[in-house]
């Protein structure tokens, strides 16, 4: 088992910033690729951005390629997303989530365990 807990949301104008973490305990951390999704109201939960297990390689949405940055320190069992330029449309609650096989990160029913999420209001 991981656990996964998500910190770091709250609300933010548009063009702000947020930073969100998520710690992970349990199992090794090192040999999961970590993924960030969320799901906005009335929506389907969707994908944000992925790392591979080192580190070395990012995968992003395209709707938030340039503005979010996501990054893992496998020392401190963390991952980070890094938000700028946010936009009303970003509003969701953002989910991390560990996906041991790596089968497919783009998808959310790949992923083994997930955080109970962080609600992200941004206002316009």
């Known amino acids: 088992q991981v656990q996964l807990v998500e910190s770091g949301g709250g609300l933010v104008q548009a063009g702000g910033s947020l930073r969100l973490s998520c710690a992970a305990s349990?199992?090794?951390?090192?040999?999961?690729?970590m993924g960030w999704f969320r799901q906005g109201p009335g929506k389907e939960r969707e994908f944000v951005a992925a790392i591979s297990r080192g580190g070395g390689v990012a995968y992003y949405a395209e709707s938030v390629k340039g503005r979010f940055t996501n990054s893992r320190n496998n020392a401190e069992n963390t991952v980070g997303l890094q938000m700028n330029s946010l936009k009303a449309e970003d509003t969701a609650v953002y989910y991390c989530?560990?996906?041991?096989?790596?089968?497919?990160?783009?998808?959310?029913?790949?992923?083994?365990?997930w955080g109970q999420g962080t609600q992200v209001t941004v206002s316009s």
């Open positions: 989530a560990a996906d041991r096989d790596g089968s497919n990160k783009y998808s959310p029913v790949a992923y083994d365990y």
């Open positions: 349990g199992r090794t951390f090192s040999p999961y690729i």
